[in-house]
């Protein structure tokens, strides 16, 4: 089980910067694959970013540059430092686990139906 909690958003000018978090309250004893998603107003969720149990991180081709998934495991806390914020940027950030069975645990943000816990979301709004 696993427990996910967001904050960070907020509204910002473009060109500015973010770092969201999220918060894990983890009761289980497999390994875990972490990832951020965001859903912008009228369009689909999309995956934005993994980092999986061994570190190996994958990001959007949308997002590359600009993005940056971190995990602090001392402090179960998930990243996400946004650099550069564009108006399209604009959109609810989620984060999301991946609970397996055995210490590694691979995931990516192109399979969001591999992820079965998520958090409620936090909003990020970019102007120009």
């Known amino acids: 089980q696993v427990q996910l909690v967001e904050s960070g958003g907020g509204s910002v000018q473009a060109g500015g910067s973010l770092r969201l978090s999220c918060a894990a309250s983890?009761?289980?004893?497999?390994?875990?694959?972490m990832g951020w998603f965001r859903q912008a107003p009228g369009k689909e969720r999309e995956g934005v970013a993994s980092?999986?149990?061994?570190?190996?991180?994958i990001y959007a081709d949308s997002v590359k540059g600009r993005f940056t998934i971190s995990q602090d495991n001392a402090k179960d806390t998930l990243y996400l430092q946004i650099n550069s914020l564009k108006p399209e940027d604009t959109a609810m950030y989620y984060c999301?686990?991946?609970?397996?069975?055995?210490?590694?645990?691979?995931?990516?943000?192109?399979?969001?139906?591999?992820?079965?816990?998520w958090g409620q979301g936090t909003q990020v709004t970019v102007s120009s």
């Open positions: 999301a686990a991946v609970v397996g069975g055995s210490w590694y645990v691979p995931c990516s943000p192109n399979k969001e139906g591999d992820f079965g816990y």
């Open positions: 983890r009761y289980s004893t497999g390994g875990y694959c």
């Open positions: 980092i999986d149990s061994v570190g190996t991180t």
